[in-house]
């Protein structure tokens, strides 16, 4: 689920980028801003940061003593993507193991789908091996599958997600 969120940051400026008449100050703020958001990646209670939206406001400046860069406090709105038990999502396989397949959703990359929780399909062994059902249905590389998440799984070192996912209901399986 894609969320909209209001967050305060802390933005810091180094003293080589000041200029003397303040004039590309904000521009320098805001290139620091989306610098240091994209290397955060995601938080456990946010998901994963995507997008910023809007620069609410950008607070006085405070010099650091020791090297004289300045720390800026800012508010912005930003997207974030976040999945939560019971939603359903669609992805696409990126790989197939014989107990089940590897899906990627958005920024998320370690979706499991057991074969366990694909009643009705066969796990069919080869080159490109894919799991079949008796409607000629397959899920194999490369397959968009809609299914529904069975549980997440916050991974703090990484900084990133896990999910375990199921078919198991109405609508759910490979996407046409």
Known sequence: MFLKVQLPWNVIIPAENLDAK??????SIVVCLLDDFAKKRATKDLGYYLAVSTLESIGEGKVRQQTGDVLFPVVFSGITFKIFRG??????VHKVLKHGVLLKCGPIE????????????RYVPGENPVFLNDKTSKIG????VRFIVLGTKWLEAE???QALVSLEGDYLGPVL
């Open 141 to 144: 590389k490369d397959v968009a």
């Open 22 to 27: 303040g004039l590309m100050l904000q521009r």
């Open 159 to 161: 900084r990133e997600f």
């Open 110 to 121: 370690n979706i499991y789908l057991s074969s366990l929780k694909m009643p009705g399909y």
């Open 87 to 92: 939603e359903i999502l669609e992805g696409v």
